[in-house]
């Protein structure tokens, strides 16, 4: 398994991945929901915005993360992503490819300068990659969250979580009530 930063000749074998992953899981309606969202935020999220990281047996690309900045009022911009979505082939889970994925695609956005991460998931999987649930009250979602206990967060370097004041801005790909 090799894990790295995608290719852009990767991208329609990435939204392919996206797309049945989320339908084997969640359903025909989701997965193409996901595929299309994946679609645009590589297409139209400016490239300071957007970090790609990708697990490829061979040639094939088996998992995938999205990372895309997440700003906050009084924070440098630099400091703060959304790991989301996040798919690894049907096939292939249960391997531990998500986590290894996960844990390189952190090391990559610590190494760029980023200080905090979210996700917004499954806290008993991500709990298992170093991330915390933390509160709207402490850290505002961009938008009202269906899900409240999956809004998740990890310190990317030494300094403990701390609450950040103000309201929160995604990428306009991801600024639809219904991903949220």
Not at 3 to 20: D, P, V, W
Not at 58 to 71: H, N, P, Q
């Amino acid at each position: 398994m090799n894990y790295g930063i995608y290719n852009t000749t990767e991208t329609a074998s990435i939204i392919e991945l996206f797309s049945r992953t989320f339908s084997d899981s969640e359903g025909p309606a989701e997965g193409q929901m996901i595929g299309e969202l994946v679609n645009n935020l590589i297409s139209q999220t400016p490239e300071q915005d957007i970090s790609v990281a990708v697990a490829r047996d061979g040639s094939d690309v088996v998992g995938c993360i999205l990372f895309t900045r997440l700003a906050f009022e009084n924070e440098n911009e630099s400091e703060c992503f959304l790991m989301a979505p996040v798919a690894v082939r049907t096939d292939y889970q249960g391997k531990g490819v998500g986590q290894t994925l996960i844990e390189f695609g952190l090391t990559s956005m610590r190494d760029q300068g980023v200080k905090l991460a979210f996700t917004y998931g499954d806290p008993k999987f991500y709990s298992k990659t170093g991330f915390d649930q933390v509160t709207e009250q402490a850290f505002k979602a961009p938008l009202p969250l269906s899900f409240p206990h999956g809004w998740m967060a990890q310190s990317l370097g030494e300094e403990k979580i701390e609450a950040l004041a103000g309201l929160s801005v995604c990428v306009p790909e991801f600024n639809k009530p219904e991903l949220w």
